[in-house]
């Protein structure tokens, strides 16, 4: 039967408002989960419509803010694997040429910290 079939190799799918994005089975363990705030809930609806329209995002805040683990904990909700780079400036095009070469050849997710 198609229906069985299709069920059988269908996609884990993430919906959310208008989007959907197909989950990365990546796993990371057994990790703690964020606490939900309308802050985070807000960053979170707003990344999630950025990367079901192939954009980047950049939360913007004050420092302890929880900018970084927003990120990093929606993409473990995602599957996903996402990488956190610290950047300085005393950074090197070279080193930034390393970093985009890394996550072109890995396929994770990029976040980039005080740019």
């Not at 939900?36 to 990367?51: F, G, K, N, W």
């Amino acid at each position: 039967d198609v229906r069985e079939m299709s069920r059988e190799y269908s996609a884990c799918v993430c919906r959310q408002t208008t989007s959907e994005l197909e989950f990365g089975y990546e796993y990371q363990g057994n990790n703690g989960r964020l606490v939900v705030t309308p802050l985070t809930d807000r960053c979170v609806l707003t990344l999630t419509t950025a990367l079901f329209m192939n954009r980047g995002g950049a939360p913007a805040g004050p420092a302890g803010t929880g900018k970084t683990e927003t990120v990093k904990d929606m993409g473990r909700t995602l599957g996903i694997y996402v990488v956190v780079t610290n950047c300085s400036s005393e950074m090197q095009t070279q080193d930034t040429a390393k970093i985009f070469k890394g996550l072109a050849a890995g396929g994770p997710r990029g976040w980039l910290c005080e740019v």
